[in-house]
């Protein structure tokens, strides 16, 4: 039987110079060759690669390849985000978003195909946890990214900024999601300060403190209420990493990683979590900390029972943080034409019956990684 070929997409530098060493003989310096080849210039066969040697590129044939995922749709928002659906299997999709903007062009990745948090505001809550991405299935949404991005584009706008927060808990995919963000910041790689990539959790108190001493990223987590009774509620992880355990999770985490701050995300949500006195209990427990609060308007989908707060309330709840000394900025909600905003993404491949038939035909839910 012949033995599968290593995707080599994903591999960070030390696994990629191991592997050419034991498998091909080859010199570090191949590992170096390879991956500007792969992330910089963003090729996908061997045979494009014209200053390695012939023999060696059909020897990388024999042992290697660069697989992608494939891209099922892309949609164009009317203010230019772009939304590509890549294909998991016959029913399940991701989604990558990329927002342009001036100065800066972010792309929003997911980590997971569904999620298992099940916050109750969330579009991807709804259809239950699936699996696990890869590393290449997490830097594959890069790379065709980059691709796409350069065909389509003669202004050079590219990405300079990578965050989690499409589908999925990050934080509990940990084991493909640090491989992935080293490539992220590796100069080989895509060269990303560890300013520009920003992970965003729900809370995972446990992977907070491994992160603080594995990985240097920008870490921005879900807060959305002021206390447990109501994120208990919103966000389920909570019972199990209260808010005060959760802050110190934080505030561990900029020490160790000397970050200049956490910005934590709070979702609006119409006479919910936005009364004046949430308000001040936020800024209570984030006053004088290395903390920045960004408010996210709630974007709607299908059979949610929220709805998003109104601006003048959005304003008056920043203003009220403002003034207790807590910077507050509110997120532009972008590519909601397209259900390309926070919260929207589904990754409906197929119509919503045939997933969920799907996944108890094929058995394939499996429990969430457990740290
Ligand atoms: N699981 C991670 C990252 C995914 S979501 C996390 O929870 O942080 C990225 C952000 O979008 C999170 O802050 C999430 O709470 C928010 N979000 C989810 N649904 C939303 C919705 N319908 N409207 C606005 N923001 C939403």
């Known amino acids: 039987m012949i033995s599968e070929r290593v995707n080599l997409l994903g591999l960070p530098r030390a696994e990629l110079e191991a592997f050419v060493a034991e498998r091909l003989g080859a010199k570090p310096f191949r590992a170096r060759q390879l991956m500007k080849w792969i992330y910089r210039r963003r090729a996908a066969d061997f045979a494009a690669m014209s200053d390695l040697a012939q023999d060696f590129r059909l020897q990388l044939e024999e042992v290697a390849r660069i697989a992608v995922p494939e891209i099922i749709a892309q949609q164009i928002s009317s203010d230019g985000t772009r939304k590509w659906m890549l294909r998991m299997d016959e029913v399940q999709g991701i989604e990558t978003v990329y927002i342009p903007e001036p100065g800066r062009g972010t792309l929003c990745i997911s980590s997971q195909v569904g999620c298992a948090m099940d916050c109750t505001f ?117 019972r199990k990493h209260p808010i005060a355990e959760l802050l110190a999770a934080c505030w561990h985490y900029i020490d160790k990683q000397n970050g200049r701050s956490v910005t934590f995300e ?99 839910r499996v429990p969430a990684e457990v740290p």
């Not at 427990?285 to 974007?299: C, E, T, V």
């Not at 000394?325 to 509110?330: K, N, R, S």
Request: aromatic share 6%; net charge positive.
């Open 122 to 238: 969330c579009a991807t809550a709804q259809q239950g946890f699936n699996r696990n991405l890869s590393v290449a299935e997490i830097v594959g949404q890069v790379w065709l990214a980059h691709r796409e991005l350069t065909q389509a584009r003669a202004d050079g706008r590219t990405i300079t900024n990578i965050v989690f927060m499409g589908m999925g808990e990050p934080l509990a995919n940990y084991r493909n999601v640090v491989p992935a963000m080293r490539i992220f910041m590796d100069d080989l790689g895509y060269d990303l300060s560890r300013r520009r990539v920003t992970l965003s959790t729900s809370g995972l108190v446990p992977q907070i403190y491994k992160l603080a001493d594995e990985c240097n990223v920008a870490l921005a987590v879900s807060l959305h209420a002021p206390n447990d009774a109501l994120r208990d509620e919103l966000v389920p992880i909570n």
């Open 266 to 364: 709070y979702v609006m949500l119409d006479g919910i979590n936005d009364r004046p006195e949430h308000a001040r209990a936020l800024a209570r427990l984030l006053r004088g900390r290395p903390a920045k609060l960004n408010l996210i308007p709630f974007n709607a989908f299908a059979g949610t029972r929220y709805r998003c707060s109104p601006t003048a309330t959005i304003v008056r709840f920043r203003d009220i943080l403002n003034e207790h000394g807590v910077i507050a900025t509110i997120r532009r909600t972008r590519g909601e034409d397209i259900d390309a905003a926070c919260g929207q993404l589904a990754g409906r491949v197929k119509d919503r019956t045939l997933v969920r038939l799907g996944a108890k035909l094929t058995g394939s």
